[in-house]
């Protein structure tokens, strides 16, 4: 946990670079740390603190939010806003114990145990609250662990679920458990209201409910219930926002008087197991019967020497007469008073009682609901002693404190969110009053407690809160178990006593009694807890708190790279992993920024992207970061997700050496490099970067991978761009394992690509049947599940022209000046000019080449005349060899090979130009690179006359083994 600590003291922090900035003088230095004995390690204060400064800072580190003795200060002594706050020390008792106490003791002890034990019966509730009780328990299992687990700042279980799930998983819950508290303090003033209006001062009702039955009443109820709550949550509201420190001197009160409440029903207790009290109960068979409306448990009664009837027959009967028609029911069955609970006091206790539950369970059916069997007084209240009014009024205290609590709580959970700026929209309340109070948060708070206080229902909004407060539960417990499975280092909890066993069954329990109480408010809740999930994935939560998920990511990545075997894959499971080998400029930034967008395009293969760049220098500076960062900027612009990867070496050829051999990991490693044909390579300050493609090219070669060269890659579309129409053209020479028509497939699977339609071309020979060709090729392709149109191009032996020839001759007499003479720049420039100049002379035609193009390097008519001197001779040039050198490249003659070679690369020029000048992108087989280093600079041309004409070329030469086939 030593990530929490803040350095205090004048040393600043040097992020420009990852060594000393020496803006510090030796003679500053050396007073500053004279006298420590830390000579040795002066040079690193900058950016390494001594022990004795990180270990104070860590002792004095406060990660708590003010309480209200810090606000009191900070509103009533003046000089206490210059003081250092100390974080409040409350203790367990104050604390935790008696907070708990206050929640657990509240509105739903006092007004629905009873009404639970009387719906339910005493085994049915005993079931329940065993297992309400273990989730509990469990759950404060699990938080005992994270909460040892290093210190918790404000935020609570929100914060353990944040730090230990993920901003998203944090986000989404604490919202839920944010507005779990916030509909807890509306159930806590309906609970409050509800004891004021039934059991306090009934006469205080606005709308009436005498002589009001079935629906009319509970709706006058519910009115009521909605202008007194409205009343109560302002007031509330109006107390917490002006200062917390009325809050938690009321709550001392408030939960005084509950205690007091809990040790009056202890006492009656002991007293009515003395002096049993009469709880008299007027049963209709084995139902029990509101007692109100009659007040005789009987149908007749004898007055004088008559039978008379009692309101309890006119309930039932038409008439008062005896011989009136009464429900049938009432008349088949007896009308008796029993005892209501012989010997013990009510159902919740019986359950501490367990040698009773036999003897009760009996008289399961005749337990009442609500104490509307006794008169409608409030049943715990009847067992109090001295008097039941102790009980009404302790109930009534403990749920204005609990829902002060939860008005209180709320607002800072909703601050704690919103300062992580993990949803944007929520920024806002964040912010507060000077002091830290989070006055927007309280503001939005009330209102949404309004809205549970509109609903008027404490059965309808307990039911709300109890699955946001289950969901907070569930995933306090999935922490636990997630940081225990994972053995993650930093996972050393000082408390001991929990197992993931356990919290995996709190977990499960959490999610039963969802389910349980109400199926629909769970699904809502979840659905609610989805959405805000994903919102916050969407908008990209850019917090990074080791969390438990990303765990499981480097586990689940460790354990899929493990198996992942080392050789090559399937050619099933083969898709491009794609290294993109991004150039640079002279300033260091990105020169071909499409180079991205078209590995982008190709995302439909969905397997690794690694975008890497290669820089000549040293390490020892921050350029790798800078550069990176550029990379990442440009991938996240083009909305390619992969890694970035930065290789800094002496040389820029073994940088790019490097590159290609050692990216990836284990058996996750690029199958595929994708680079950009160097552009103006004839010029000789771009001869290295010609140099270093042609390595590129052999160590692919060698290391058996798939290359991609882009040609014009400034003509390529970028990711905004639509294509409405056009082809994608394939060129298929030679077969190198399929890449070549898996491409466009990949491509067309892309927006930008969409609408066009796929041509595949492939040549014939003279001795080939180009009629079967074509229809075997259809065949292949319909195998291969490809819809492309097919057209077999027939090429026939021609002679060589005359263009040809000279061409040729150019190209090996530039190549011969660039070995053999070691020239500067201008003197090269000069010798190329000299031999391109004695052959530009009209370019013959033939009949197999009637419109043979003119070199564009070359005009006829045009000449370069330049004049030397023998002393510019010596002194420009000391080291040029005899002039009859020079002379013999006039007099030399082409190499047959390169002869075929450039014949064949302009014959194919000429029919691809014609066929697919119009196309969208050209894809073609790239020759191999030749054998000899001393053919380099001749290789280059041929590619160069193999695409002359075209806009958009991607030359791709497979990687010696099949990626595509036909089975499935």
Not at 321 to 341: H, K, M, P, R, W
Not at 508 to 515: D, E, H, P, R
Not at 704 to 722: C, D, F, M, Q, W
Not at 955 to 964: A, P
């Amino acid at each position: 946990m030593f990530n929490l600590c803040m350095f205090t003291g004048d040393a600043t922090s040097k992020e420009s670079s990852p060594f000393i900035n020496s803006s510090t003088s030796d003679v500053e230095k050396s007073q500053q740390y004279d006298g420590k004995n830390m000579a040795l390690f002066e040079e690193e204060m900058d950016t390494s603190p001594m022990v004795s400064s990180l270990l104070s800072s860590l002792a004095n580190y406060s990660n708590l939010t003010q309480g209200s003795k810090e606000h009191e200060e900070a509103e009533n002594n003046e000089e206490a806003r210059k003081k250092t706050v100390q974080a409040p020390r409350m203790g367990t008792l104050m604390g935790v114990y008696l907070p708990c106490m206050q929640n657990i003791l509240g509105v739903i002890l006092f007004l629905r145990m009873t009404w639970l034990v009387g719906a339910g019966g005493v085994l049915g509730t005993f079931i329940i609250v065993f297992m309400c009780c273990s989730t509990t328990m469990l759950t404060a299992i699990s938080m005992s662990a994270i909460a040892t687990n290093g210190v918790v700042p404000a935020g609570g279980s929100y914060y353990m679920i944040s730090r230990s799930l993920g901003p998203e998983f944090g986000g989404a819950v604490g919202i839920c458990f944010y507005l779990g508290t916030t509909f807890a303090g509306a159930m806590y003033i309906l609970g409050c209201i509800e004891i004021l209006l039934i059991y306090i001062v009934p006469a205080a009702a606005i709308f009436k409910m005498e002589g009001l039955e079935g629906a009319e009443a509970e709706a006058a109820l519910l009115n009521n219930m909605r202008v007194y709550g409205t009343i109560v949550l302002s007031f509330m509201a109006l107390v917490v926002f002006v200062g917390v420190k009325y809050v938690n001197k009321l709550a001392l009160v408030f939960l005084a008087c509950v205690i007091l409440s809990i040790l009056a029903v202890y006492a009656g207790v002991i007293k009515t197991s003395f002096d049993p009290p009469f709880f008299p109960v007027c049963l209709l068979g084995n139902r029990t019967l509101v007692s109100k409306g009659f007040d005789i448990c009987a149908k007749t009664i004898e007055q004088g020497n008559a039978t008379v009837t009692t309101k309890l027959w006119r309930a039932f009967c038409d008439s008062e007469f005896l011989n009136a028609t009464c429900d049938e029911y009432f008349t088949s069955n007896n009308v008796s008073q029993i005892q209501g609970i012989p010997g013990i006091t009510s159902g919740i206790l019986a359950v501490i009682y367990i040698f009773t539950i036999f003897q009760l369970f009996q008289l399961m059916k005749i337990i009442f609901l609500f104490g509307e069997g006794v008169n409608g007084n409030l049943v715990i209240g009847t067992l109090a002693w001295p008097s039941p009014w102790v009980i009404v009024f302790g109930s009534f205290f403990s749920t204005c404190g609990a829902g002060l609590q939860s008005l209180t709580g709320a607002p800072r959970l909703l601050q704690a969110i919103a300062r992580d700026s993990i949803i944007p929209f929520l920024r806002v309340f964040g912010h507060g009053k000077a002091n830290g109070e989070p006055t927007w948060a309280l503001l939005l708070t009330a209102c949404i407690c309004e809205t549970g206080i509109l609903i008027a229902s404490l059965d309808a909004v307990a039911p709300i809160l109890s699955m946001f407060f289950l969901m907070c539960y569930m995933f306090v417990n999935l922490a636990c178990a997630l940081q225990t499975l994972l053995r993650t280092p930093n996972w050393r909890p000082r408390f001991k006593f929990y197992h993931w066993a356990l919290s995996l069954l709190g977990m499960s329990l959490c999610l039963t009694l969802m389910f349980l109480c109400s199926w629909y408010y769970a699904i809502v809740a979840m659905v609610i807890a989805s959405c805000i999930y994903k919102y916050i994935e969407f908008c990209g939560a850019e917090k990074e708190w080791g969390d438990g998920i990303r765990g499981i990511s480097l586990s689940a990545a460790r354990y899929a790279l493990m198996r992942l075997e080392e050789g090559p894959p399937h050619t099933k499971n083969w898709r491009p992993q794609i290294l993109v080998l991004m150039s640079l400029d002279g300033e260091q930034s990105v020169e071909q920024p499409r180079l991205l967008s078209l590995t982008s395009q190709l995302k439909a293969g969905k397997g690794l992207t690694i975008v890497g760049a290669c820089v000549e220098g040293t390490y020892l500076n921050n350029q790798p970061q800078r550069i990176k960062a550029e990379l990442l900027k440009l991938m996240e612009v083009e909305k390619v997700k992969g890694f970035s990867q930065v290789v800094i070496s002496s040389n820029l050829r073994d940088a790019t050496s490097h590159l290609i051999q050692a990216g990836g990991l284990g058996g996750l490693r690029h199958n595929t490099v994708l680079v950009s044909f160097p552009k103006n390579w004839k010029q000789a300050e771009e001869h290295h970067r010609c140099r270093n493609f042609i390595e590129v090219v052999r160590e692919t070669t060698a290391a058996h991978l798939a290359l991609l060269v882009t040609k014009n890659i400034s003509a390529y579309p970028s990711n905004g761009e639509r294509f409405t129409e056009g082809h994608i053209d394939v060129w298929w020479i030679v077969h190198d394992g399929g890449l070549l028509m898996l491409l466009p497939f990949l491509l067309r699977q892309h927006k930008v690509w969409r609408k066009c339609k796929i041509r595949i071309f492939t040549v014939a020979q003279m001795d080939d049947n180009s009629i079967q060709m074509k229809k075997d090729l259809m065949t292949f392709l319909y195998h291969l599940r490809f819809d492309a149109e097919v057209e077999v191009v027939e090429m026939h032996d021609s002679d060589i022209s005359a263009y040809t020839y000279e061409k040729t001759l150019v190209m090996e007499q530039r190549s011969q000046i660039l070995k053999e003479m070691h020239l500067t720049k201008n003197e090269r420039e000069r010798e190329v000019q000299l031999i391109q100049g004695k052959n530009a002379t009209p370019t013959p035609t033939s009949p197999t080449s009637p419109t043979a193009p003119t070199p564009a390097a070359v005009t006829p008519g045009e000449e370069v005349q330049m004049t030397w001197t023998d002393e510019t001779e010596k002194t420009n040039n000391p080291a040029v060899a005899n002039p009859e050198s020079v002379k013999d490249m006039f007099n030399m003659k082409p190499n047959q090979s390169n002869f075929r070679r450039m014949h064949h690369a302009q014959e194919l020029n000429g029919v691809i130009v014609k066929k697919s000048k119009e196309a969208k992108l050209v894809l073609l087989n790239m020759p191999g690179p030749p054998k000899n280093r001393n053919g380099e600079e001749n290789y280059m041309e041929f590619l160069e006359v193999l695409t002359e004409g075209l806009n958009r070329v991607l030359l791709v030469r497979g990687g010696g083994r099949e990626v595509i086939t036909i089975y499935s």
